[in-house]
């Protein structure tokens, strides 16, 4: 059965919505095309993400260097995305993951380990390296091809998508700040230099904020103070009043803090409420700032994920482990993540397995679209070809 608990536009017999009251009575009854995007709200939909979505996978000669040092080093990260406005077009991707490294000076990453150990020449051929501003790879040294490795670069290829489609569903971006060294480098048998990331505290959280303004106009950006208001907390905002319809969200997209350690508190130590902010963070509800909530345990979680769907908080889960199921076929969690009513379900094969396997991941009922109506939270008459591209 499906919860209205939170949410605008839930057309329960008794009482008025949020979006009736804004669109006037009983204009959402029933709700049907012409009105959909007036009364639909961001939360009623679910749409597929990509995971690491800027990810070009170890060369060949590289696997075989990694092999030769440490057997099974790089098996999980074999996998390949399309560029992000690509994916956008081709594929109707309308979530990323990035990771970002601090490189305010420029020039930190452009020599990877990982070419010294091929034979290669230290320096990376990309200009871009060199320019100061946050770096998008997956592991330093190592794991270090990327589509748009400058996290300017990969925004401007969403920001240019979407003026050039400015009708778009709302595209949430999550970054993830990284500052760990490698947890077990590779034996150091040809003596090169490992790079160590720069902390990312609240001063690094601020320029992250300021490098993603910019790429994008405020205007163009849902902020938690767009969903707040006037309320006392964003929490008490999503269960008073309730997301933005899709109306108010075309055109635009969100950005999210993945990580949920130190950098979460560092990004809220001056910002309690979000305030001022451009991304939201993910926070557990009872806490001012849930509203988004990363929850990637499909399987284990189910039960948690529906709760909060059923609350209107937005969560992003994940429908495959790197290479887990593009080996087996394996479609539990696929399956666990897409009924689970998370609005954005993650994936590295939004294009079916190169391993022989025909695992994909598509939205049931709406395989060429980007969005279907949410499995637990839309009203029971939504189609999904109401909800327009």
């Keep these: 059965m499906r919860s209205f608990t939170g949410i605008g536009c839930a057309l329960l017999a008794a009482g008025l919505s949020a979006c009736q009251a804004a669109t006037g009575a009983g204009a959402c009854a029933p709700l049907n095309a012409d009105n959909a995007d007036d009364c639909l709200r961001i939360n009623q939909l679910q749409l597929l993400g990509t995971h690491n979505s800027y990810h070009v996978a170890p060369t060949e000669a590289l696997m075989g260097a990694f092999e030769s040092i440490r057997p099974g080093l790089g098996d999980s990260w074999q996998y390949t995305h399309r560029p992000l406005a690509e994916q956008l077009t081709a594929l109707n991707i309308r979530q990323f993951e990035l990771d970002v490294f601090a490189d305010p000076e420029g020039g930190r990453f452009s020599r990877p380990a990982g070419r010294q150990l091929l034979g290669a020449a230290a320096e990376l051929e990309d200009e871009r390296m060199g320019a100061p501003g946050y770096k998008v790879l997956h592991v330093q040294d190592l794991d270090y091809q990327s589509t748009c490795p400058t996290l300017v670069t990969c925004l401007e290829g969403v920001r240019d998508w979407s003026l050039a489609n400015p009708r778009h569903l709302p595209v949430m971006i999550l ?21 160590d990331p720069l902390p990312i505290r609240a001063a690094e959280l601020d320029a992250l904020d300021a490098e993603i303004l910019s790429v994008f106009d405020r205007s163009q950006i849902i902020t938690p103070d767009d969903v707040r208001q006037e309320h006392e907390s964003l929490e008490a905002a999503i269960r008073e009043i309730g997301w933005p319809t899709l109306a108010a969200s075309r055109g635009k997209v969100m950005f999210a ?29 009872g806490q001012p700032t849930a509203g988004f909530i990363k929850m990637n345990e499909a399987i284990a979680d189910a039960a948690t994920i529906r709760s909060y769907v059923e609350q209107g908080f937005l969560i ?36 079916e397995s190169p391993f022989g396997s025909a695992y994909v991941v598509r939205l049931p009922g709406a395989e060429t679209r980007p969005a279907r109506c949410n499995p637990v939270t839309a009203p029971p008459e939504c189609r999904a070809e109401w909800i327009t591209p």
């Design 257 to 285: 803090l993945d990580n949920t350690d130190v950098h979460r508190d560092e990004y809220l130590r001056d910002h309690p409420l979000l305030e001022g902010r451009v991304m939201f963070t993910s926070s557990p509800p």
């Design 175 to 195: 970054l993830e700040v990284k500052d760990s060294p490698l947890v077990e480098p590779p034996p150091d048998t040809l003596d090169y230099v490992f790079t």
């Design 316 to 351: 992003r889960t994940r429908a495959d482990i790197p290479l887990d199921e593009a080996r087996t076929g394996d479609a539990t969690r696929r399956t666990a993540a897409l009924s689970s009513g998370a609005q954005w379900i993650s994936t590295d094969y939004p294009e």
